[in-house]
């Protein structure tokens, strides 16, 4: 899955991910406008982001299959 921000290249970004109990599963700190997530070590089931740029903090959901 790739996530993509507005912000500059440079700028410090960190996203992760967590599982339905709350768990982190992933998490990763990078400073280009995208960045890819490899999924496939995960188990299919739903999954929640936290995306923090600029100050900003997005959330949402996966699903993987």
Do not use: A, C, M, W
């Not at 400073?31 to 999924?39: A, K, N």
């Not at 959330?59 to 299959?65: E, F, P």
Request: positive net charge.
């Amino acid at each position: 899955i790739t996530f993509e921000t507005n912000d500059r290249l440079g700028q410090s970004k960190t996203i992760e991910i967590f599982d339905l109990q709350g768990r982190l599963v992933d998490s990763k700190i990078f400073t280009s406008p995208e960045i890819t997530i490899d999924l496939s070590p995960l188990s299919s089931g739903l999954y929640f982001y936290s995306l923090l740029s600029n100050g900003q903090r997005q959330r949402g959901k996966i699903v993987k299959q």
